[in-house]
């Protein structure tokens, strides 16, 4: 019921900047929480930013604080992940969900994107 697709991803320099969407359509409920993951080749999935509808709060993992910004765009339903000084491990293939918080933590549900490719060249 909740589509989520992610683009803006691509071959990017490190130090450069890149821009990632995704767009929301279907069911998407309000109260849900907006997050960005990554998955890099022989790596767990891990969480790289969330945010809420409603307030905007965020969270960011420590790797990509000072970095990265996460965003978002209620009238489009749009949310955003802004990415700066951009380093090799940051490669991965980055994943839109949406999921809930409980105690401060962010749990994922089963709604994810196809997911974009960001290749961050040395």
């Known amino acids: 019921q909740v589509q989520l697709v992610e683009s803006g991803g691509g071959l990017v320099q490190a130090g450069g900047s890149q821009r990632l969407s995704c767009a929301t359509s279907g069911r998407a409920p309000r109260s849900y929480v907006m997050g960005w993951f990554r998955q890099a080749p022989g790596k767990e999935r891990e969480l790289v930013a969330w945010?809420?509808?409603?307030?905007?709060?965020?969270y960011y993992a420590d790797s990509v604080k000072g970095r990265f910004t996460i965003s978002r765009d209620n009238a489009e339903s749009t949310v955003y992940l802004q990415m700066n000084e951009l380093k090799t491990e940051d490669t991965a293939v980055y994943y839109c969900?949406?999921?809930?918080?409980?105690?401060?933590?962010?749990?994922?549900?089963?709604?994810w994107g196809q997911g974009t490719q960001v290749t961050v060249s040395s």
């Open positions: 945010i809420t509808w409603r307030e905007a709060d965020t």
């Open positions: 969900n949406a999921g809930r918080l409980y105690n401060g933590r962010y749990y994922p549900k089963d709604y």
